[in-house]
């Protein structure tokens, strides 16, 4: 199976950076992906990581190191908008799903 | 056109009732899941489909039944209601299947459950 480790809350100001990890316990890694959900809303894709690195997309930036288990998503430029809770999922080798960490709440204050 | 869509999107009901929710997805997709969100906001899978076939069932109560007419359609039916089961109900999908490369997931709004 697999299991994954998030905070469950982080808690910055407009403008910071903030960087929100993940590891994970998995057989047959596949790759890494982040999702946003805001209050009553849906998950919705962010990033995606199958190789070691960093993923840039706009403010935010996904990195992975498949060694040390371990992944970050990297929000910059902090808006209020940012508040939401953030869920990292890893997918294995031939199993077709994801599983989801519990979530992390970001609160953006300003 | 929303890609994947869900109905009703609020359902309020008593215990021991019987309930449908429905999911299509217009994108072409392959593989179309079920998810259960729970107060503490945990996304839990519940059920996954590739091409209308059954091919995840996560220790679910076998009052939940899934059907899936066609790929585009994945429909989730619960007999006798509990009040454990109130949640948000999610539909997803997914362009790849078992052997897919980037698996990144398309999530309906949501349908959420009140069992009194």
């Known amino acids: 199976g697999q299991s994954l480790e998030q905070p469950s809350e982080v808690t910055a100001v407009e403008g910071a950076i903030v960087q929100i990890n993940c590891t994970y316990q998995?057989?047959?890694?596949?790759?890494l992906s982040w999702y946003q959900q805001h209050d009553g809303g849906a998950p919705t894709f962010l990033s995606y990581?199958?190789?070691?690195g960093l993923e840039e997309t706009g403010r935010f930036s996904s990195f992975l190191s498949r060694s040390d288990s371990y992944g970050y998503l990297l929000l910059q430029e902090l808006q209020m908008k940012d508040s939401a809770s953030y869920f990292c999922a890893v997918k294995a080798t031939n199993a077709g799903k994801s599983t989801f960490g519990d979530g992390t709440t970001l609160t953006v204050k300003p | 056109d929303t890609a994947v869509s869900q109905t009703p999107k609020y359902l309020v009901t008593q215990m021991g009732n019987d309930k449908s929710i429905k999911c299509e997805q217009n994108l072409g997709h392959d593989t179309m899941y079920w998810y259960k969100q729970d107060s503490k906001k945990f996304l839990k899978i519940m059920f996954s489909?590739?091409?209308?076939?059954?091919?995840i069932n996560e220790t679910v109560p076998n009052r939940f039944s899934p059907k899936s007419p066609d790929k585009a359609h994945l429909n989730l039916h619960i007999n006798s209601l509990e009040l454990g089961d109130s949640a948000v109900y999610f539909c997803?999908?997914?362009?790849?299947?078992?052997?897919?490369?980037?698996?990144?997931?398309?999530f309906g709004a949501g349908t959420r459950l009140s069992v009194l």
């Open positions: 990581n199958g190789l070691d």
């Open positions: 489909y590739n091409n209308k076939e059954l091919i």
């Open positions: 997803a999908s997914s362009p790849d299947g078992l052997a897919g490369v980037r698996h990144i997931q398309y």
């Open positions: 998995t057989s047959g890694f596949y790759g």
